[in-house]
């Protein structure tokens, strides 16, 4: 459980119920005032070494930004939410790229209104729609700080239109189990071979916890998918992927394997990927590989289309193999 050491907050959370359960629950921090989340200077003009020290820290604000991007995966429209950023460290985490070294947790108080925007979209549409309210942030990594997630999943529950979407690399989700979602919430667990998720995934649960979530989640209800992400092709990943892939077949559920949905994204890494993590974790494995890898947008890498080819023909085959066709949505 992500222990945080200091609280910095615009002084209008205090205005909110949460912000003032959280001031109460975490009066032992210390609090510091800022005038906004978006620009910390103190922090933003640390070093890159100070990476993973900033990740200590909990950012409190109200959220003012809520337009949805509209998506076309699993989801129709990516929500802004009650979080951004995290606590882990993954090495490719994209949301260092909006954020640089600054994608420390900040947590949003003012839930009412996000969730209310939500049910009126919901409603207001002629078809059912599902939103993605995890894509800024972990949204089972911030429960645990906030409690936010069942009280979402059980007021959207009520609704009679829509549904919502969150993927997590966490196993802390016996707080879910017992909710009415009255089958309007898909979870999507995150997965990565085991040596993977130890040198990449800094910070977040184990594969086999993470297996046993999903098991438990898919039992209480709740519609369950797979997210193989990012695929990260290091010089053994046809080994790796297969061990994965088999731990998978004989680990899960019955039940989750009938019913499941599989994602698949290949990374994409970038220049401010290295720069801060050549800094903050000088010894950690090096994800950039320019065989493998070329250029895409400003200083970004992705793997070169005869090596995405590959990677996409192994996982048809392997996942079609233990599990059937038709179980992948989508490869991108």
């Not at 947590?107 to 078809?127: C, H, P, W, Y």
């Amino acid at each position: 459980m992500f222990k945080p050491d200091k609280i910095y907050y615009e002084p209008a959370v205090l205005g909110y119920e949460l912000g003032r359960v959280l001031r109460n629950k975490y009066r032992d921090l210390p609090w510091q005032p800022i005038e906004s989340h978006n620009n910390i200077e103190e922090l933003r003009n640390n070093p890159n070494s100070a990476f993973a020290l900033m990740k200590r820290h909990i950012i409190l604000g109200v959220r003012k930004t809520h337009n949805y991007v509209p998506n076309h995966k699993s989801s129709d429209f990516l929500v802004p939410y009650t979080s951004s950023g995290c606590s882990a460290a993954c090495l490719y985490c994209y949301l260092v790229c909006n954020y640089n070294k600054c994608s420390y947790l900040r947590l949003f108080v003012n839930r009412e209104q996000m969730l209310g925007k939500l049910i009126k979209t919901a409603n207001d549409s002629g078809r059912e729609l599902t939103f993605e309210i995890g894509s800024n942030s972990d949204l089972v990594l911030e429960n645990g700080l906030t409690g936010n997630l069942p009280w979402t999943i059980e007021q959207f529950g009520k609704n009679e239109r829509g549904f919502i979407t969150f993927p997590t690399k966490f196993a802390d989700t016996e707080p879910l189990l017992g909710l009415n979602h009255r089958g309007r919430t898909v979870v999507r667990m995150s997965v990565n071979p085991q040596e993977i998720i130890t040198r990449v995934e800094f910070g977040t649960a184990p594969l086999k916890e993470r297996i046993a979530a999903i098991n438990n989640l898919c039992e209480a209800g709740y519609r369950c998918g797979l997210l193989i992400a990012p695929v990260v092709l290091l010089e053994n990943w046809r080994e790796q992927y297969t061990g994965l892939l088999d731990t998978l077949q004989a680990e899960l559920s019955e039940k989750l394997k009938n019913s499941m949905f599989i994602e698949i994204i290949l990374m994409t890494y970038s220049y401010i990927h290295r720069a801060i993590n050549n800094e903050a974790f000088p010894n950690a494995v090096e994800l950039y590989d320019k065989d493998l890898m070329t250029g895409r947008g400003r200083g970004k890498y992705c793997y070169k289309n005869d090596v995405r080819a590959d990677a996409e023909q192994f996982f048809t085959q392997e996942i079609e193999h233990r599990f059937g066709v038709g179980k992948i949505l989508y490869i991108s």
